[in-house]
Every structure is written in structure tokens, then in C-alpha cells.
């Protein structure tokens, strides 16, 4: 069994039915902890406009311009790799903290940068803090989270990355005027400067890897600020006897992602997985990267078309805002439901608006409705199931290895975007993405348990049932 393993109802983690003042006290850790989101939105986004400049001022051919932007993703997936381990050993709060720091590094080697060459160290040691953030944070959220408020709180992670791309796009407009792409970058050492001090001097560690560590005391404090003494006692108690059964089982001493051998483990890292590609491949950082390449086709062709991107961002933000409200009213299923099905419909429209040569504010429409489609559910729900599906000692490798698939999904669709659109046309590459969106619909209602206002015992029952597999029995461990 896996170390951690437990299907005792209330045991997913030591944070459940904590009163209200604690709750509040949870938002403003969580606030904190998705400042690594906002990052991840920020350096994703701000190179749209960036590159624009950075391309004349260092004389870049198009190989070393699509370079500079798919460097970050190959650094994503380094660092998404080794998020886990570093979770598992330094803890969540220091491995935070680190990744802070390397953004950091990352931002005044761009700022600097004197050639070509810098900037692609640059933007890898970006990627690697932007990969091990969007694998660290889910994490961490879930960790601190009752299960009442948990759908919202990992949403805020999503929420917090549309709000770095939108706050991306406003930058580089800021800066466009003069061409200033080195302030573009520099912005971004301010929210990973406040995310290092914020991590090191406001936020606890998660209450679960202490115990889980034999710092028990450590853990009663962290949960008595939001609880109380009684509370603690009590979750440290059923934690740490569920503990002790596990190491006996037959992954006992597992580390790392040793863990994700166990055919318990299985079901949730086959949904972890497929939903990890299939929210790049469905083709939405197609939009985000190559926003002002795909409205240009459109034939709307404007002086500045980071303002089109801005108008994207802003609709994406807006409509990840309605996901935060609905995520625990509707359910993580239907969203998910609901927004591939939105998604396939206007990537259909959206193709065939290029293939017969429709109005193009028709295009740009389908383009839109798309994005909202995405970030009403795909989006942020992804990030919401990585921290809910897998057990406890699975969760730091389970995240780590569904986000480095993400990134590397990511980064194929990039690189191939533009030279498939050249062989076979924009209109049909935006059909390729539909019949991806077409396989998500029949996987997530085939496969994909509801999770809304579940413990972590009824998550993986009804995980295990939709894998045809039985749930091993009630006693914890």
C-alpha cells in the first residue's frame, strides 16, 4: 500500500471543517502560494511583446526566434520533473521558496541579457522555475485546504496565471511605445521577489508533510492557528496511525515517483496523464502564443496587435473569475463537460471560417467564445483534479509528472503549430485540435469522477469503480 494511503473518511490531509476565521486565514496563504501561478502567467505571457523588439534588437532569424519562446517550456519540464522530489524532501513551503528565488535569477539574466545567447539561458532558468511552480503550488493548496472551499482554492492557482498573462499583455503595451522589452522582464522580479519573502516569513508548512516528516508538534501549531488544539490532536492522531499501517504495505519506503508504481495509484495518474496533454493539445497556447499570427489571418490587421491579446486576456480572465464561483456549485465533471464541449463546437466554426473565408470577425468570435470555453473548465479544472486524485504520498509525484507531461504537450503543439498550419492549412490544423476535444469529452465522461465535496477515500472509490477495479476496503492505511 502506498505510504500515506488512506480511505478513512476525513483523513485527506489534517484541514477539514476548519471554522471561519480560519478559512479566511487559509485564503491568505493561498493568495500567497499562487503568487508561483501569476509567475508561470507572467513569463509565458510577457514574451508575446517582448520578442517583437528582443527579434530587431539582436537581429533574430526565425529559428532563433522560436527558440527564445520554446526554451521556457524545455526549462518547464526540467523543472516540473524535479518538483516532487525537491516538494518531498525540502518540503513545500522551502521548495516554494527556491523556486522563487530561481525566477529571480531568471528575470535579471533576461534584463541583462547582451546577446542572444544570454537570453536562451535566460528563459530556460525561467522554465525550470515556471515548471517545478505549476507542479509545487496544486500541491500545496490542496494540502492546506478544507475540502468545502478546496475546488476555489486550487481555481485561484488557474486565476492567478490568467492574471499574470492579462498583467503581461498590459506591460508590454506599457513598454511598446519605446520598444523597452528589458522593462518588460524587470516587472517580473517584483511578484517573485514578494513571493520569497512572502513564503519564507508569512506561510506555514503544509501541517500533512509534517507530519508525515515526525514533526507533529510543528503540525499542531500550523493547525491550531486555524482550528484548535483539540482539532489538531485528533487529525495528527489519525494521521499518524494511518501512517504507521501504510509503512507496511507493499510500497512501503517508495520515494520520489516510486510511489506511482502501485496499481492503486494507477487510475488516478491514467486521468492525471490524458488530461495533462489533452488540455495542450486541444490546442489553446496556440491561441495564446500565436494570438496576433491568427487574428492577422483573419485579415484584421491592426497597428498593434498586442491590444488584441490584451481584449484575449481579459476574456480569459473574466470567465476563469465565473470557474472559481462554479468549480464547487457545479462540479468539477461538468464544467470539464461543458467546456470540451465548447471547445470542440468552435474549433469545428473555427476552421471552417478559415477553410471557406468567412467574415473575420466571425473568426474572431469563434476564437473568443473558444477561449472562454477553455477557461471555464479545461483550464483551471486540470489543475483542481491534480491536486484531488492522487493519495496523499502520491500527490507531490503525481503532480510532478502529470505537469511535466503538460509542459512537454505544450511544447510539441508550439513547435509544430505553425509548420502543420503550412502543410496542411490553419482551418484544418484548427480541426485536428476538435477531434483531440471529441476524445476528451468521451474520456472525462468515461473515466473522471466527480470529486466536488468528496473526501479523499470517496474520490478514489469512485475513481477505482470507473476503472473497473474494486476499492480495497474501509480501514485506514
Known amino acids: 500500500m ?61 529559428f532563433e526566434q522560436g527558440s527564445v519562446v520554446s526554451i521556457l517550456l524545455v526549462g518547464a519540464m526540467l523543472g516540473a520533473v524535479t518538483a516532487g522530489r525537491m516538494a ?28 542572444y545567447w544570454t537570453l536562451i539561458v535566460g528563459r530556460l532558468v525561467l522554465g525550470l522555475a515556471v515548471g517545478a511552480a505549476s507542479a509545487t503550488v496544486p500541491v500545496y493548496l490542496s494540502e492546506i485546504s478544507p475540502k468545502e472551499i478546496r475546488g476555489r482554492v486550487l481555481t485561484l492557482n488557474q486565476l492567478m496565471i490568467t492574471i499574470g498573462i492579462l498583467i503581461s499583455y498590459f506591460i508590454n503595451l506599457a513598454f511598446s511605445s519605446n520598444g523597452q522589452w528589458r522593462g518588460m522582464f524587470a516587472v517580473g522580479a517584483i511578484p517573485a521577489l514578494v513571493m520569497v519573502l512572502g513564503t519564507l516569513w ?26 484548535d488544539e483539540s482539532r489538531a490532536d485528533q487529525l495528527i492522531e489519525r494521521t499518524q496511525r ?80 465565473v470557474a472559481i464561483w462554479l468549480v464547487d456549485r457545479a462540479g468539477r465533471r461538468r464544467l470539464l463537460l461543458g467546456s470540451l464541449a465548447g471547445m470542440l463546437v468552435m474549433l469545428v466554426l473555427l476552421g471552417l471560417s478559415f477553410v471557406v473565408g468567412m467574415n473575420a470577425l466571425l473568426s474572431l468570435l469563434f476564437m473568443v467564445v473558444y477561449i472562454a470555453a477553455f477557461a471555464v473548465g479545461l483550464g483551471p479544472v486540470f489543475w483542481v483534479l491534480i491536486g484531488e486524485l492522487f493519495p496523499p504520498a502520491a500527490r507531490a509525484a503525481g503532480s510532478s509528472v502529470s505537469t511535466t507531461v503538460n509542459w512537454a504537450s505544450n511544447f510539441v503543439v508550439s513547435l509544430v503549430f505553425l509548420p502543420v498550419v503550412n502543410a496542411i492549412g490553419q482551418g484544418e490544423t484548427f480541426w485536428v485540435f476538435a477531434v483531440v476535444c471529441a476524445f476528451g469529452l468521451w474520456f472525462v465522461a468515461r473515466y473522471v469522477p466527480e470529486t466536488r465535496d468528496r473526501d479523499f477515500a470517496q474520490v478514489d472509490a469512485a475513481l477505482q469503480a470507473r476503472f473497473n477495479r474494486q476499492p480495497q476496503g474501509t480501514n485506514p492505511g
Open 2 to 62: 502506498v505510504q500515506g494511503f488512506s480511505r478513512e473518511p476525513g483523513t485527506d490531509g489534517p484541514l477539514t471543517g476548519i471554522p471561519e476565521h480560519g478559512r479566511r486565514r487559509v485564503w491568505r496563504w493561498a493568495a500567497i502560494i499562487a503568487l508561483g501561478g501569476f509567475l508561470f502567467g507572467y513569463d509565458t505571457g510577457v514574451i508575446s511583446g517582448a520578442l517583437l523588439y528582443i527579434k530587431h534588437d539582436f537581429s533574430l532569424n526565425a
Open 88 to 115: 518531498e524532501h525540502l518540503g513545500r513551503r522551502k521548495a516554494l521558496a527556491v523556486e522563487g528565488t530561481v525566477f529571480l535569477v531568471g528575470t535579471a539574466l533576461l534584463t541583462t541579457a547582451p546577446d
Open 202 to 227: 508569512l506561510l506555514p508548512e503544509s501541517p500533512q508533510w509534517l507530519i508525515l516528516q515526525g514533526h507533529a508538534d510543528m503540525a499542531r501549531t500550523v493547525i491550531a492557528s486555524i482550528s
Open 242 to 321: 494511518r501512517h504507521r499501517v501504510a509503512q507496511g504495505g507493499d510500497t512501503a519506503g517508495s520515494q520520489g515517483w516510486g510511489v506511482l508504481r502501485s496499481p492503486l495509484v494507477r487510475p488516478a495518474l491514467v486521468v492525471g496523464l490524458t488530461l495533462a496533454a489533452m488540455q495542450q493539445f486541444g490546442g489553446i497556447n496556440t491561441i495564446i502564443y500565436y494570438a496576433p499570427t491568427t487574428i492577422e489571418n483573419t485579415g484584421l490587421t491592426a497597428a498593434n496587435s498586442i491590444l488584441y491579446s490584451v481584449a484575449i486576456g481579459v476574456i480569459n480572465l473574466l470567465m476563469t473569475v
